[in-house]
């Protein structure tokens, strides 16, 4: 097949690409700053939804630091409708069906699912890679690990998981017309994650509960968008009150192996925690 993946350089669509091209797919990936081609792998701009041309099946992702993820996906699902490709698997969050249907993600959801085209919607929990990507600074700099998160687990999943999933969603007819919840295969909380961490990298790492309000304050000194750090905070939040605890099934169902686990990815991600 030809597939075409928005975000494909990014944390779960560079895997997603891999496990694609592996598999012997050709694969365009949508990218602000598009690459020379490779085998199996031609970059086109991600700015321009008409470069989904000829793509038997569609990727799409609601991007990160942004609050309104319809207004950027809406052109792209727009573009899908008029090529029908055989599959669209739209990537949202875990728990977005709780929303009302006026939130940017659900509407998005509820667009495709009404859109009379073969999709699959997958809703990932939080993310393993947050702790090498969003709080790393933290841990770096003086060993804390900082979340408003209080006591509550998370089935954290890695996302090359979500890569792989996605690559077989991609590629196969089942699950059409279906919401997938993804999680990892176990719920920890943030002192276990915290420990976890210094197993793997040797660096003494703390958990600190933030303050919710001073977690606002801290992403907005961080430079993201106010309307963006509302959404992550209302995300954070759902994650304290014990939302993000509930372990699927889905991974092991569609790859038939257990997820990864978190000590098997803070042991891959170890240099990243070491200063």
Not at 152 to 172: E, N, Q, W, Y
Request: proline content about 5%; overall charge negative.
């Amino acid at each position: 097949m030809k597939v075409y993946v928005f975000g494909g350089t990014g944390t779960v669509g560079t895997p997603l690409v891999e496990a694609l091209a592996a598999d012997g797919h050709s694969v365009l990936v949508a990218s602000r700053s598009p690459k020379e081609a490779k085998q199996n792998i031609e970059y086109v701009d991600a700015a321009n939804p008409a470069a989904m041309e000829g793509a038997d099946a569609v990727f799409l992702l609601s991007p990160g630091g942004l609050a309104d993820q319809y207004a950027v996906l809406k052109p792209y699902l727009d573009q899908a409708k008029k090529i029908k490709p055989t599959k669209t698997v739209l990537m949202t969050a875990f728990g977005v069906e709780h929303a009302p249907p006026e939130a940017p993600m659900r509407k998005l959801e509820l667009e495709l699912l009404d859109s009379g085209l073969p999709a699959t919607i997958i809703r990932p929990n939080w993310f393993m890679q947050n702790f090498n990507t969003y709080w790393v600074h933290g841990i770096v700099s003086d060993g804390k690990l900082y979340f408003p998160a209080g006591i509550a687990k998370a089935s954290f999943i890695d996302a090359r998981d979500i890569g792989a999933v996605a690559a077989k969603l991609l590629a196969t007819s089942k699950y059409s017309g279906e919401a997938l919840g993804l999680t990892g295969a176990e719920a920890l909380d943030h002192n276990e994650v915290a420990k976890k961490i210094a197993a793997a990298s040797g660096v003494d790492v703390q958990y600190v509960d933030v303050d919710p309000e001073e977690f606002k304050k801290m992403l907005l000194g961080a430079g993201l968008d106010a309307a963006y750090v509302e959404l992550l905070s209302g995300i954070a939040s759902a994650l304290r009150d014990g939302f993000a605890s509930p372990i699927t099934s889905t991974v092991k169902e569609v790859l038939g192996r257990d997820p990864i686990k978190f000590d098997s990815y803070a042991a891959d991600y170890a240099s990243s925690w070491k200063s």
